[in-house]
């Protein structure tokens, strides 16, 4: 059962979106203002999924947004009547998964929250591969710099800077791009 925070200025508009969301099978642990220091009730119940409902984000909810939907790593659900285009694209880019424009009724949330987790899940796994991307191109210039330097300092073949590479890496335990990253570290206390 997933657990769900809301985030709501509306007590009463805040009871109603707790019990549908209770009546569509989710776990409401928390019903919170946005000026309810947001991010430490985060921290504090720990939900899967943030529901925001708001009549229109103002500038002080999407600046909230870019506090919780990043670094909190939650789908953010929000539902509003601001259909908005500028405000809809800031939205998306502070880390909403679903900026849903009058359409909160019982029978349409669990479709909606369940796509925004999914969106999200999908969104999460493509910046975790692009960061290995990343990382690993990163790496492998760390270690074309350091076979590059080997190469010019023993006058060897790549294939063979590559080897000597290699060989301090097994021999160190250690990964082939930690020690290229060594040798060049060595390499400029030298220059």
Request: negative net charge; glycine residues 4%.
């Amino acid at each position: 059962m997933l657990r769900v925070m809301i985030v709501d200025e509306k007590p009463e508009r805040a009871a109603l979106l707790a019990d549908a969301l209770q009546n569509s099978g989710y776990d409401v642990i928390a019903r919170v203002t946005a000026h309810d220091g947001l991010q430490a009730r985060i921290v504090e119940s720990q939900p899967d999924v943030i529901v925001i409902d708001v009549d229109s984000p103002d500038r002080d909810t999407l600046e909230h947004m870019c506090c919780i939907g990043h670094p909190s790593q939650r789908p953010v659900v929000m539902f509003t009547h601001d259909d908005d285009e500028e405000k809809i694209r800031i939205a998306m880019r502070a880390g909403v998964s679903a900026y849903i424009v009058n359409g909160l009724s019982n029978e349409r949330i669990k479709p909606i929250i369940e796509v925004a987790v999914a969106r999200f899940q999908e969104y999460q796994t493509l910046r975790d591969d692009l960061a290995k991307a990343n990382n690993a191109l990163a790496e492998r210039k760390v270690i074309e710099r350091a076979k590059g330097l080997i190469m010019q300092q023993r006058h060897c073949t790549e294939q063979e800077a590559y080897q000597a590479l290699r060989k301090l890496a097994m021999a160190g335990n250690q990964r082939l791009a930690e020690v290229a990253g060594n040798v060049l570290s060595a390499a400029q206390l030298l220059i």
